[in-house]
T-cell receptor, first 116, second 115 residues
Framework: AQKVTQTQTSISVVEKTTVTMDCVYE???????LFWYKQTASGEIVFLIR??????ENATVGHYSLNFQKPKSSIGLIITATQIEDSAVYFC?????????????FGDGTVLTVKP | EAGVTQSPRYAVLQEGQAVSFWCDPI?????LYWYQQPRDQGPQLLVY????????NSQLPSDRFSAVRPKGTNSTLKIQSAKQGDTATYLC?????????????FGPGTRLTVL
């Protein structure tokens, strides 16, 4: 069964710096999809960025980028030039390709606090 | 375009009471998901539909939980006899197509507390 683990419970950084959040996953499937979502204080969950396992190039969207290390089953999220508004809970999630069901398995999240 | 809407936003029950959660997905989205998110954990899939059909309800506690989507649009998740362990946020998400490339859009959730 697939599993997603986020070992960092919380991180605190000063604004305008760079932060990296870790995520490791387990899957038996050779093809899969990895996602990062952000959950704000209001509870809203927003999709940020995805990485398809067959792509070697790390995905980048705005000030979010990924560090995909397939041999280590690792997908880190990097946020550059952090802003106060980036304070939220960040979830890593995985979707296996073999079922084409769209089912997501989430990690337990990392709380990011960005301080002035 | 309106996002996924859910109601109520909050619910507080005594053990043994019943509660229903309602979800209105984004217009045109054929796939609808219900997740349970316990405090300090990630969302966990309970059930999902494509149109009105249940595709996977293997994680739904069938003895007390039920979910329907009769016309393939709105959906209702019901807990018959709530337990303290059901305390969580219940999230609804929808997508256009349920395949691997379909982005899921989440609603604001219903925060349930069972006393």
């Amino acid at each position: 069964a697939q599993k997603v683990t986020q070992t960092q419970t919380s991180i605190s950084v000063v604004e305008k710096t760079t932060v990296t959040m870790d995520c490791v996953y387990e899957t038996r499937d050779s093809s899969y999809f990895l996602f990062w979502y952000k959950q704000t204080a209001s509870g809203e969950i927003v999709f940020l960025i995805r990485q398809d396992s067959y792509k070697k190039e790390n995905a980048t969207v705005g000030h979010y980028s990924l560090n995909f290390q397939k041999p280590k089953s690792s997908i880190g999220l990097i946020i550059t030039a952090t802003q106060i508004e980036d304070s939220a809970v960040y979830f890593c999630a995985m979707r296996e390709d073999n079922t084409n069901t769209g089912k997501l398995t989430f990690g337990d999240g990392t709380v990011l606090t960005v301080k002035p | 375009e309106a996002g996924v809407t859910q109601s109520p936003r909050y619910a507080v029950l005594q053990e043994g009471q019943a509660v229903s959660f309602w979800c209105d997905p984004i217009s045109g989205h054929d796939t609808l998901y219900w997740y349970q998110q316990p405090r300090d954990q990630g969302p966990q899939l309970l059930v999902y539909f494509r149109d009105e059909a249940v595709i996977d309800n293997s994680q739904l506690p069938s003895d007390r939980f039920s979910a329907v989507r009769p016309k393939g649009t709105n959906s209702t998740l019901k807990i018959q006899s709530a337990k303290q362990g059901d305390t969580a946020t219940y999230l609804c998400a929808s997508s256009s197509g349920g395949g691997n490339y379909a982005e899921q859009f989440f609603g604001p959730g219903t925060r349930l507390t069972v006393l």
